[in-house]
């Protein structure tokens, strides 16, 4: 597939862009600073260097072009609110708009253990705008047509992939970013997990079999 991933120079999108160009795919990696491009080619992928906060519809239109599915791994960082609500809810929402407008019908959303409209994550709370882009990001997803898939890693670490996950914990723990990784690369073709939020820590399962099962 044409795959457009949007937040091409995060720890996880840099760890998946290999993964999903050795799988055959075409890997278009979104990033904002031209400084970047080189860590990007030498994942195999190409480099889209725009600042998706200056978006309009028509340059989402244009950026979505031509795939055939999209990756958002993109995030603010957290900090600004404003910056927060304008990456990760609104740029989030018009890019599945785009999506659905260019026929670009997979997309896979990076979101996190715990998303959703009851987060408990008080107002007061740094974490607050995140935890409120994500939820209604994630909604307006599962309100589209597009043949989504929410991934729910819990607490994020940088150990060496185990290729193992838990995708039925009740509780979040914590899963590498590696692993991560390797579960965007598995489900982007997998029409099972189609419409599924799917939640996980490191685990014991391989990560192909814990998928197949969601």
Do not use: C
């Amino acid at each position: 597939m044409k795959i457009t991933l949007i937040g091409g120079h995060g720890k996880v999108a840099l760890l998946a862009e290999p993964l999903l160009v050795e799988a055959g795919h075409e890997v278009r990696a979104v990033i904002r600073n031209p400084d970047q491009v080189a860590d990007i080619e030498a994942t195999g992928a190409g480099a889209v260097v725009i600042d998706i906060e200056r978006l309009d519809e028509e340059g989402w239109k244009d950026l979505i072009a031509d795939s055939d599915a999209v990756v958002w791994a993109a995030g603010a960082g957290g900090g600004d609110p404003e910056r927060t609500y304008a990456v990760d809810r609104d740029g989030a929402i018009a890019s599945m708009d785009a999506a659905a407008r260019a026929g670009a019908r997979r997309y896979v959303m990076v979101s996190y253990f715990g998303a959703g409209p009851d987060h408990g994550v008080d107002p007061d709370n740094g974490f607050f705008a995140y935890a409120e882009s994500k939820a209604a990001a994630d909604e307006h997803l599962r309100g589209t047509d597009l043949d989504w898939t929410i991934l729910g890693p819990s607490g994020l670490t940088l150990e060496e992939p185990s290729g193992r996950i838990d995708v039925e914990a009740t509780e979040s723990g914590t899963v590498s970013r590696a692993n991560v990784a390797q579960v965007i690369a598995e489900v982007i073709d997998r029409p099972e997990t189609f419409g599924r939020f799917v939640t996980f820590n490191d685990g014991q399962t391989p990560i192909a079999e814990a998928v197949a099962g969601v």
